[in-house]
């Protein structure tokens, strides 16, 4: 499945009883100047999620990362509040390097 609607598309698309993997772009920048395309991979297995399917998700993982190399951030997730824009957005920045912006002092 292709989407454009960012994070909220994909949150829509994940069910409970679904195991899936996820390729999201996200643009991040300290200032107008740093703005760039930066993509996380995501794994997703919702709680309902049969114990079958949920082993085989991480064995399946592997091999889906030998097609999808190029991403920042590798993260997990079981429930949509997991995937909060903040959260994700500050692995992002931490993944980027060097932080210049003064107003996060989670740093």
């Known amino acids: 499945m292709k989407g454009s609607g960012g ?4 949150k829509s698309n994940l069910g409970s009883d679904k195991a899936a ?10 200032d107008e100047y740093s703005k760039r395309a930066k993509f996380v991979f995501i794994s ?3 709680p309902d999620v049969k114990v079958m399917r949920r082993a085989k998700l991480s ?3 592997t ?4 097609v999808i190399k190029n991403f ?3 993260m997990a997730a079981s429930s949509i509040k997991d995937l909060k824009e903040e959260d ?9 390097g060097a932080n ?3 107003q996060s002092s989670n740093y």
Do not use: P, Q, S
């Not at 993997?21 to 300290?30: D, F, I, K, S």
């Open 7 to 10: 994070l909220e598309e994909l």
């Open 59 to 61: 064995v399946h993982g």
């Open 21 to 30: 993997y996820a390729y999201l772009r996200m643009t991040v920048g300290n």
């Open 88 to 96: 994700i957005t500050l692995l992002l920045k931490k993944a980027m």
């Open 72 to 74: 920042a951030v590798e």
């Open 100 to 102: 210049y912006d003064r």
């Open 44 to 46: 997703w297995c919702g």
């Open 63 to 66: 091999t889906v990362k030998t």
